[in-house]
């Protein structure tokens, strides 16, 4: 197929990589349905995907990855800086030099009787200029098809692009799927990933993590914007007027179910209103007017399937109803559908796990989908997409939000007193493992900024780009941080959480607003009680209230923990940071002599 650009410094690269990989053919992606259409043929022949039951999922497919490749390997993940000091304390590091040798060994004639696929691709609305390009080089369909989904793709990108050299060179090939030779290597000073002997989406749809992420934070640092792992979310209120926040959670914390929150029924009837604008990644910088203003660059939402239900998260499940790919999860034999744990509370008895090996849901003691099992779902299908979903200019941000799982420490939310405040809570984000996830309970886990596993440099210059972009703002978002996990002595949830959430999404837009004041703590800035708004809520104020308390002794140990992590990253930790948690260690201090006298 004839090239779809001229620019050469794609096509050198192009031509790099085909005498690297010896394709037997070679497809430009053009991103017109009467190409996909043939793929999704192909793949459908070759078992590569299944069709679902055109009814029930309409434009909708079925893919199985190996038993032993199933989710992103942070082990086989690696940021080649030709520094160490670079890639910082917090990353795996490889000599650039020793990574594209191992690579080029690992991909040498690869896709021998295989067909290389070119996708170009925006990350962000093509042509605004929060946008970047990306090449994704792959001998796999199903990357194709999810890339179509999570970016757009084609000549309109490619004509967006021009001559220019800025774009990313993405390399994956599934070679021989040998999770010994399973590599994902960053380049950041060279706009490049390789990604080798993969077929799972985390490790091989580019433009997410790899991208988004990892390069586009180094890009970031260099460029004065940011990227970080944040969905972006709209508050409308009865008058009509919107307010964006962004929020940042590690795994396990509710961040899709807040992407996608439906407010309290006592809300909708007032008039409110929640719009999507992102789930998963924003993309921010600085606009004249001294705002942060964000994009969501993806196109798509790449979701985890067990557990994802109408009644958890109704507005998830309905963008998976066409034009989807589910990955991993259990396959109806009877009707061509599919089904996960929790999904709902009929689980098929003819169906295929996601092995493939027979499975009888009503019988087996075995999961049918894996608990990683994927869904791939367009983001117009979400019911709560903003309008101003792909709008170039982005969306204003009022407010960003900080959230983690602590049992006693954090309360249900509290404000940072400035900026440079609201960074150390970020950089102290943490959450407690849950026996499912270690089998030790209570364990913290520090996930700074939810961006520790995704973070394209060193981990304290990281920190201090967060403090410049605050000093280039004249109206930075406030900080906030949120924890919907506090528990009582019997170790039950105090907060109801889900829908209910809203109400502390309505009194961080009041915060923004100064329509309500607040108790100054040795913390920050924490709600009075009659400004949470607990109407058609069954919460006794006692409980209100310790939510909202400050166990000093529980934040006199993590400050030893957070000292313990900031050992960690180093001479590079801004003094800032130090400053701030020298602060709070002088006002828990102070507060505990108080309580004792």
């Known amino acids: 197929m004839q090239s779809l650009t001229l620019n050469k410094n794609v096509l050198k690269w192009i031509d790099e990589v085909v005498s690297l990989t010896k394709p037997e053919e070679v497809m430009w992606i053009d991103g017109s349905e009467e190409q996909l259409d043939k793929l999704r043929e192909q793949a459908c022949n070759s078992g590569e995907i299944i069709a679902l039951n055109k009814e029930r999922y309409p434009g909708c497919y079925y893919h199985r990855s190996k038993k032993d490749d199933v989710a992103r390997m942070e082990d086989k ?5 030709s520094r160490k000091e670079d890639a910082g304390p917090t990353n795996n590091w490889k000599n650039p030099e020793d990574a594209y040798k191992l690579g080029k060994e690992i991909f040498e004639n690869s896709m021998n009787g295989r067909t290389m696929y070119i996708i170009p691709y925006s990350m962000g609305p093509v042509g605004s200029p929060f946008s970047k390009i990306g090449f994704e080089v792959t001998d796999s369909i199903y990357v194709v098809l999810s890339m179509n989904i999570m970016t757009r793709v084609g000549q309109k990108v490619i004509d967006a692009l021009g001559d220019s050299n800025d774009f990313v060179r993405g390399l994956h090939g599934k070679c021989t799927l040998d999770i010994n030779q399973r590599y994902i290597f960053h380049f950041p000073e060279d706009n490049t990933i390789w990604s080798c002997n993969s077929a799972y989406g985390g490790n091989v749809l580019l433009g997410k993590k790899c991208f988004a992420l990892r390069i586009a934070s180094y890009q970031g640092s260099k460029e004065g914007w940011m990227a970080e792992h944040m969905l972006i979310l709209g508050i409308e209120n009865p008058q009509g007027e919107v307010k964006y926040v962004a929020a940042a959670f590690p795994s396990a914390c509710g961040k899709t179910n807040l992407a996608m929150l439906i407010p309290p029924e006592i809300y909708k009837k007032k008039g409110y209103k929640v719009w999507t604008v992102g789930d998963d990644i924003a993309w921010l910088r600085i606009k004249e007017d001294g705002r942060l203003w964000a994009i969501n660059p993806e196109a798509g939402f790449f979701g985890v399937a067990p ?48 092995q493939g090996n027979p499975w009888n849901g009503k019988t087996s003691m075995e999961r049918g989908a894996h608990p990683n099992s994927r869904f791939t779902a367009p983001a117009i299908n979400c019911p709560c997409i903003s309008k101003e979903w792909e709008s170039p200019d982005g969306v204003p941000i009022s407010a960003i939000i900080f959230g983690g799982r602590r049992a006693k420490t954090a309360p249900l939310v509290y404000q940072s007193r400035n900026w440079k405040h609201g960074v150390f809570v970020g950089s102290t984000l943490a959450s407690e493992t849950t026996a499912a996830a270690s089998g030790k309970i209570g364990v913290v886990r520090r996930d700074p900024m939810a961006m520790l596993p995704f973070c394209g440099y060193n981990m304290g210059d990281y920190f201090s780009h967060w403090l410049e972009m605050g ?57 009075r009680e009659e400004d949470i708004n607990t109407e058609g809520l069954d919460i006794k104020d006692e409980v209100l209230q310790e939510l909202l308390s400050i166990d000093i002794d529980s934040w006199l140990d993590d400050v030893k923990s957070i000292e313990e992590f900031y050992k960690k990253i180093g001479e590079t930790l801004p003094k800032e940071l130090r400053e701030e948690l020298t602060v709070l260690k002088c006002n828990l201090n102070n507060a505990m002599e108080e309580s004792i006298a």
């Open 77 to 81: 993940t690696f940021i080649c800086s």
């Open 307 to 354: 557990g994802t239900s109408e009644k958890s998260n109704y507005n998830a499940l309905m963008s998976t109803r066409k034009n989807a790919i589910f990955t991993n999860v259990a396959y109806n034999l009877d009707d061509d559908t599919i089904w996960w744990e929790k999904f709902d509370k009929n689980p098929p008895e003819n169906a295929l796990d996601w």
């Open 471 to 527: 000093e280039k703002m004249s109206n930075p978002p406030k900080i906030f941080h949120v924890n919907w996990f506090r528990t009582n002595d019997n170790s039950e949830f105090m907060w109801p959480g889900y829908g209910e959430n809203f109400r502390v999404l309505e009194w961080i837009i009041n915060r923004c607003e100064n329509k309500v004041d607040a108790d100054i703590a040795e913390i920050g800035f924490i709600p």
